[in-house]
């Protein structure tokens, strides 16, 4: 596979899909509250995307049957809505959600707390969305695909949190998934060169313990081995002449 560099009007049409997407996220967000389920979540979502003419992404996806990865605590992505997962306060979820919208893909991820989590936890919040935009900082073009994921990995493992290995960022455009796999570890200064029209989700996946994670037997959720807490922020970027522009701020 190679990498689909879009032009101009492209990235117009990916920006309106991630203001859609934002817009789906800024509704979700005042509905995380102790009390309520991740299938509310799910519901509102649903009903926004609608509301908004697009479609949910990650729906038939490989078989995943809904629009929202609510990911709890140890969860580290892909945890499933339910109407029975009810949100309590020290808890931490986290929500990704991806639109289609007139044939473009963006995709963006936020973790929230519940009430007041341990100082050690909003810490792995903060690094973790402090790790992205650090990143989003390297989408300069003439740049290395790798300064992307060690800003990443230098920031978190500083505080010494674990990087997911398993799980990466992505280009994304009219597909959700393209080249090239974005690692949110790898050595400054390598990689691929970086050109304007490339449009990647970066997406850092950070535990608070170890890195390792595995799969549960649902065939999607993924825990960390150790059972700490997980963090994981994404954004949809295009690189641009002028610099990075987020589509899914
Ligand atoms: N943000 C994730 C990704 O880029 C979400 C995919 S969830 C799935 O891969 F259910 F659609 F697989
Ligand atoms: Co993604």
């Known amino acids: 596979m190679a990498i689909i560099l879009k032009a101009q009007e492209e990235i117009e049409k990916m920006r309106i899909s991630g203001i859609a997407l934002r817009k789906v996220h800024d509704t979700l967000a005042p509905n995380v509250v102790a009390g309520a389920s991740t299938m509310d979540l ?5 009903a926004k995307i609608a509301q908004l003419g697009g479609t949910a992404a990650f729906k038939g996806y490989h078989g995943y049957p809904f629009a929202l990865c609510t990911s709890i605590n140890d969860e580290v992505v892909h945890g499933m809505p339910n109407k029975k997962r009810i949100l309590k306060d020290g808890d931490v ?3 990704d959600c991806g639109v ?10 936020v973790t929230y707390a519940i009430g007041k989590p341990e100082p050690k936890i909003q810490k792995l919040l903060d690094v973790t969305k ?18 992307i994921s ?22 994304i455009g009219r597909s959700m998934h393209e080249d090239p796999q974005v690692p949110n570890f790898g050595p400054r200064g390598k990689g691929l060169r970086l050109k304007a029209g490339m449009v990647l ?16 037997a649902d065939g999607w959720t ?7 807490y997980s963090a994981h922020f994404e954004h949809t970027v295009a690189i641009t002449k002028d610099g990075p522009l987020v589509l899914t701020r």
């Open 150 to 171: 060690a800003a990443v990995q230098e920031m978190c493992e500083a505080e010494g949190f674990g990087v997911v290995r398993e799980f990466v960022g992505h280009g």
């Open 201 to 216: 989700a970066i997406e850092p996946m950070i535990n608070a313990g170890a890195p390792e994670v595995k799969v549960l």
């Open 222 to 228: 993924a825990v960390t081995v150790d059972k700490s």
């Open 93 to 95: 979820l986290s929500i």
């Open 100 to 109: 289609v919208i007139d044939g473009f893909y963006s995709d963006a991820a």
């Open 42 to 46: 799910e519901e509102i979502a649903v």
């Open 130 to 147: 402090a790790s992205l935009e650090a990143a989003i900082e390297q989408c300069q073009v003439g740049g290395r695909l790798f300064d």
